[in-house]
């Protein structure tokens, strides 16, 4: 089992940037992909940036966020990060942490076994 809590969301201006963090429980973080989506109202949650497991060596992003967001991963902090610049109105959301028991990265939310809360992000114009 493993539990994700979500932080570090809320209110921004367009072009600023915001750092999320997700603090997982269990002692095998390490050991699972991880993942950000994200869900605007009236809209699916989808696919934001997900990182390989252990040393997370692969990374992979949703085109809309390629080049400003980026993900990593503490695993002695069994934490996961999502670092956001250049943040556009479109960018609102609320923010989902997930974990994957698998040994590739995942884009779906089917693929992912828990998910956090999530963090509300909203970007002013």
């Known amino acids: 089992q493993v539990q994700l809590v979500e932080s570090g969301g809320g209110l921004v201006q367009a072009g600023d940037s915001l750092r999320l963090s997700c603090a997982a429980s269990?002692?095998?973080?390490?050991?699972?992909?991880m993942g950000w989506f994200r869900q605007a109202p009236g809209k699916e949650r989808e696919f934001v940036a997900a990182?390989?497991?252990?040393?997370?060596?692969?990374?992979g992003y949703a085109d809309s966020v390629k080049g400003r967001f980026t993900i990593s991963r503490d695993n002695a902090k069994n934490t996961v990060y999502l670092q956001m610049n250049s943040l556009k109105p479109e960018d609102t959301a609320v923010y989902f942490c997930?974990?994957?028991?698998?040994?590739?990265?995942?884009?779906?939310?089917?693929?992912?076994?828990?998910w956090g809360q999530g963090t509300q992000v909203t970007v002013s114009s």
């Open positions: 997930a974990a994957a028991y698998t040994t590739r990265v995942a884009t779906t939310p089917e693929q992912y076994d828990y």
């Open positions: 269990g002692r095998t973080f390490g050991d699972y992909v």
């Open positions: 990182i390989s497991r252990r040393s997370g060596g692969n990374t």
